[in-house]
C-alpha cells in the first residue's frame, strides 16, 4: 500500500518549496508547508552536489520536527530544459482466439509503444496513453473486454537526459530522503492548477520559474504536448540588472515593486528613484522604460510557447485559454501580455482549492498563490499513482529511483 503521507518537493534554481500532505478519500489534507533558498542547481540541473545536499538537509532536519515518514516519501519534479515530448505508436496482434482484448493484450500495447531507440545516456520519464484504436476505430479511452483482433496504442514519450536525473536524485538521498517518484514539472502543475473541463476544452497551462518555463496543451483530456524552455522570471531580473547598470537583488526588488509586463499600459512620465532602493544605486528611469524591459523578455517566452500551439495547430484555437503559474504568474499585467501574444483569454492558475483540506490560514497561502502549483501538485500525482492501472499510464522511474538509492 502507499504511504498516505507525501512530501510534495519542488527544488528550483532559485526556492525549494516542499508541501506535506495526508491523502484521504477525497481530498489531500494539507500538513506542512516549506520555502527555503536553493543552491547548486541551475536550469534544473545539479552544478554543485555539495551545496544542494547542504539546502536540502537544512530543510530536511525543518522537516522531520513535523513528519519523519514524509521523508521516506518524497515525490519529486523534474525541471531539466533538455527534456523532450515525442509521439510513439504500438500495435499488436490480439492473443486469443475469440477476439477478446484483456488486461496483458493491453500491457504489450503499451511496452510496444515505448520501443523508441533512446540514447544510452536518455530515460523514460512517463509514457502516457492518449488513446486506443481497435481494429481501425480511435479515440477508445477504456479498450478492455472489447472484441478486436489488432489493438493499437497512441502515447506521449516524455524522456530526460539520464545523468541529470541520477545527480537529482543522488542529493535527495544523500541529504536523507527517499524519492518514490518523479514527475515532469509542467504535469505537476497541470494536475493541480488545471480543472477537468479546461482540459476537455483545450488549454494550455504555462509554468514561468525562475530559470526556465514549461507548458502543456490539453484537448478533449488528453496531453497533446509539453516541454520546458531554459528561459523565465530570472532572466527578466537579469536584463533589469544590466539596462539600469544595478545589482540583481536591487533588480529584483525593482521588478516586484514597479514592473509591468505590458509598457503601453504604464505611464510614460512616471520614474523610480533607485537610490531610494539602493543606496548605492543612482538614476531615475521611468517606469515605462522598466516595463519595456520586463515586456521584451516575457514576449520571448510567450513567442516560444506560441511557436509550440503552431506545431500542434492550435495557436489561438484553444477555448479555455492560457493558465499561468509559477513565481512569474505574480508580475502585473502578465495575463495581458499572454492574451496580446497568444490571442487567448488568460488568467493566473491557482492550485484547485476543492482538491485540498486546508485548516489553517498558513497553509491557506500554499493554494491561493500561483507559486507552489508544482509542489502541491506532486502530492496529488502521488495519490494517482496509487490508483493508475498499469494501461494508463507505465511510469518507469520508481524502479529507477529504487535502483539508484540504498
Same mark, same amino acid.
Given at each position: 500500500m502507499a504511504q498516505s503521507i507525501v512530501l510534495g518537493l519542488d527544488i528550483g534554481s532559485q526556492r525549494i518549496k516542499a508541501v506535506i500532505a495526508e491523502a484521504s478519500k477525497e481530498k489531500m489534507r494539507l500538513i506542512a508547508g516549506f520555502v527555503r533558498p536553493s543552491a547548486g542547481l541551475r536550469r534544473g540541473v545539479v552544478v554543485e552536489m555539495d551545496e544542494l545536499i547542504r539546502a536540502l538537509t537544512d530543510l530536511f532536519s525543518e522537516i522531520k520536527l513535523t513528519s519523519k515518514s514524509a521523508l521516506k516519501n518524497i515525490h519529486l519534479n523534474v525541471d531539466i530544459s533538455d527534456s523532450r515530448c515525442q509521439t510513439s505508436k504500438g500495435i499488436i496482434a490480439v492473443a486469443r482466439a475469440n477476439s477478446e482484448i484483456h488486461e496483458d493484450d493491453i500491457e504489450r500495447v503499451i511496452q510496444a509503444s515505448q520501443a523508441i531507440g533512446l540514447p544510452n545516456n536518455r530515460m523514460i520519464l512517463h509514457n502516457i496513453t492518449r488513446e486506443f484504436i481497435v481494429d481501425g476505430v480511435s479515440d477508445i479511452r477504456d479498450p478492455l473486454g472489447m472484441l478486436g483482433s489488432r489493438l493499437e496504442v497512441s502515447s506521449l514519450i516524455i524522456d530526460a537526459f539520464s545523468p541529470a536525473v541520477k545527480n537529482l536524485t543522488k542529493c535527495v %538521498?544523500? /541529504? #536523507?530522503?527517499?524519492?518514490? =517518484?518523479?514527475?515532469?514539472?509542467?504535469?505537476? +502543475?497541470?494536475?493541480?492548477?488545471? &480543472?477537468?473541463?479546461?482540459?476537455?476544452?483545450?488549454?494550455?497551462?504555462?509554468?514561468?520559474?525562475?530559470?526556465?518555463?514549461?507548458?502543456?496543451?490539453?484537448?478533449?483530456?488528453?496531453?497533446?504536448?509539453?516541454?520546458?524552455?531554459?528561459?523565465?522570471?530570472?532572466?527578466?531580473?537579469?536584463?533589469?540588472?544590466?539596462?539600469?547598470?544595478?545589482?540583481?537583488?536591487?533588480?529584483?526588488?525593482?521588478?516586484?515593486?514597479?514592473?509591468?509586463?505590458?509598457?503601453?499600459?504604464?505611464?510614460?512620465?512616471?520614474?523610480?528613484?533607485?537610490?531610494?532602493?539602493?543606496?548605492?544605486?543612482?538614476?531615475?528611469?521611468?517606469?515605462?522604460?522598466?516595463?519595456?524591459?520586463?515586456?521584451?523578455?516575457?514576449?520571448?517566452?510567450?513567442?516560444?510557447?506560441?511557436?509550440?500551439?503552431?506545431?500542434? %495547430?492550435? /495557436? #489561438?484555437?484553444?477555448?479555455? =485559454?492560457?493558465?499561468?503559474?509559477?513565481?512569474? +504568474?505574480?508580475?502585473?499585467?502578465? &495575463?495581458?501580455?499572454?492574451?496580446?501574444?497568444?490571442?487567448?483569454?488568460?488568467?493566473?492558475?491557482?492550485?484547485?482549492?476543492?482538491l485540498f483540506e486546508v485548516k489553517t490560514e498558513e497553509l491557506a497561502d500554499y493554494v491561493e498563490s500561483p507559486d507552489y502549483a508544482v509542489s502541491l501538485g506532486l502530492t496529488l500525482l502521488s495519490r494517482e499513482r496509487g490508483k493508475t492501472k498499469p494501461r494508463e499510464e507505465i511510469n518507469f522511474i520508481t524502479r529507477f529511483v529504487r535502483n539508484l538509492l540504498p
Open positions: %538521498g544523500l /541529504a #536523507g530522503g527517499s524519492v518514490s =517518484g518523479l514527475y515532469f514539472s509542467p504535469l505537476s +502543475a497541470a494536475e493541480a492548477a488545471l &480543472t477537468k473541463n479546461q482540459k476537455e476544452l483545450g488549454v494550455v497551462l504555462i509554468d514561468i520559474g525562475f530559470s526556465t518555463t514549461g507548458y502543456a496543451i490539453f484537448e478533449e483530456n488528453k496531453l497533446l504536448r509539453t516541454r520546458l524552455f531554459p528561459v523565465g522570471a530570472g532572466h527578466i531580473t537579469n536584463d533589469l540588472a544590466i539596462a539600469l547598470k544595478v545589482p540583481v537583488e536591487t533588480a529584483e526588488k525593482i521588478k516586484t515593486a514597479y514592473g509591468y509586463a505590458l509598457a503601453k499600459e504604464v505611464p510614460g512620465k512616471e520614474s523610480v528613484d533607485l537610490k531610494k532602493i539602493d543606496s548605492n544605486a543612482s538614476g531615475s528611469p521611468s517606469k515605462k522604460f522598466i516595463a519595456e524591459i520586463i515586456e521584451s523578455r516575457a514576449v520571448e517566452i510567450f513567442e516560444l510557447v506560441n511557436d509550440e500551439l503552431k506545431e500542434v %495547430g492550435k /495557436a #489561438g484555437r484553444l477555448p479555455a =485559454g492560457a493558465v499561468i503559474v509559477g513565481g512569474g +504568474a505574480k508580475l502585473p499585467g502578465i &495575463t495581458d501580455l499572454a492574451k496580446q501574444e497568444l490571442r487567448l483569454a488568460s488568467q493566473v492558475g491557482l492550485p484547485n482549492v476543492n
